[in-house]
């Protein structure tokens, strides 16, 4: 395959347009200088190439993952797509790259500089969903359960499988702000849509009672004389205190600020 060419290829953001990308550059012989999403390209005086996304382009990538690699590379790539990795589609090229010809030794590589930064936005991905299952907070509005979160990486398609199964006779909706998307679990099916902005009507009488009891739970319990504040912050970082009625600045601050926009809230 030819040298990293002057050429930048643009996608439609999908996981699977991700995948085109690499069979373009994979079948067509060239390594591009980047791959960006339509939607984030930026003014630039390289040449750009849009890549349209084609399934059956996609599926064939897919399939070579566990073939060429090992099944184990399947995760890797996925998560690596739907982390918050800087530049993770250029990345996850050069992984493929190098390990379609290394095989399933790739893997082992983990300290190698194609290999190393799928494993670190791996573990960011994987370490901020087994945060949320355990910090995700749910408030009922006429019959709907519904949960604000703000994460780093795009963690929806990961929290689906726990939630579903835990509320498989509810009707819930977890609104992720960061990524403007929301995940709907209704009537026993699951959907991820696009949502930029959610309103909720006021918190009824019995929903903020609930809340109330909850913080007052988790201040009984709470042992005064081994209270460590940094501690509870290296487990529980600060910034996902804010969806979390027991912590510090949650229920009294949230209520009496309802009024003011989003952002101003926002520490």
């Known amino acids: 395959m030819s040298g990293e060419s002057d050429l930048i290829y643009l996608y439609d953001g999908s996981y699977e347009g991700m995948l085109c990308c690499v069979y373009e550059s994979v079948y067509g012989r060239e390594v591009p200088a980047d791959i960006v999403p339509e939607n ?3 003014p630039t005086l390289f040449c750009t190439k849009y890549i349209e996304t084609d399934l059956e ?3 064939r990538v897919q399939r070579s993952l566990a073939r060429k690699i090992a099944p ?13 990795a800087d530049g993770k589609e250029r990345k996850i090229l050069r992984f493929l790259l190098f390990a379609y010809r290394a095989g399933d030794a790739a893997l082992r590589m983990r300290a190698h500089d194609c290999v190393a930064p ?9 370490n ?6 355990g910090f995700l907070r749910f408030s009922e509005y006429d019959g709907v359960l519904v949960a604000r979160i703000r994460p780093k990486n795009f963690v929806l398609p990961y929290l689906q499988p726990h939630f579903c199964a835990r509320f498989a006779g509810e009707t819930f909706l977890i609104y992720d702000k960061t990524h403007k998307a ?4 209704q009537d026993r099916r699951a959907r ?10 006021p918190e009824s009488e019995e929903e903020l009672s609930f809340r109330r009891m909850w913080r007052t739970f988790s201040d009984t319990i709470a042992i005064a ?9 290296t487990h529980c970082p600060k910034r996902y205190w804010s969806e979390m009625w027991e912590m510090p600045g949650g229920e009294e601050e949230k209520l009496k600020m309802r009024s003011l926009p989003e952002d101003f809230t926002k520490s």
Do not use: G, I, K
């Not at 184990?72 to 918050?84: G, I, K, N, Q, Y």
């Not at 799928?118 to 994987?126: F, V």
């Not at 929301?182 to 679990?185: G, T």
């Open 225 to 233: 004389l081994r209270e460590n504040p940094r501690c509870r912050m």
């Open 128 to 133: 901020e969903v087994h945060l949320l299952l």
């Open 72 to 84: 184990a590379a399947e995760d890797l790539v996925r998560d690596t797509f739907f982390s918050c």
């Open 192 to 201: 991820l849509v696009a949502l930029d902005n959610l309103e909720t009507p």
């Open 118 to 126: 799928l494993y670190e936005a791996q573990r960011a991905l994987r």
């Open 57 to 59: 382009h996609a599926q």
């Open 40 to 42: 984030e390209a930026e």
């Open 182 to 185: 929301a995940l709907v679990w």
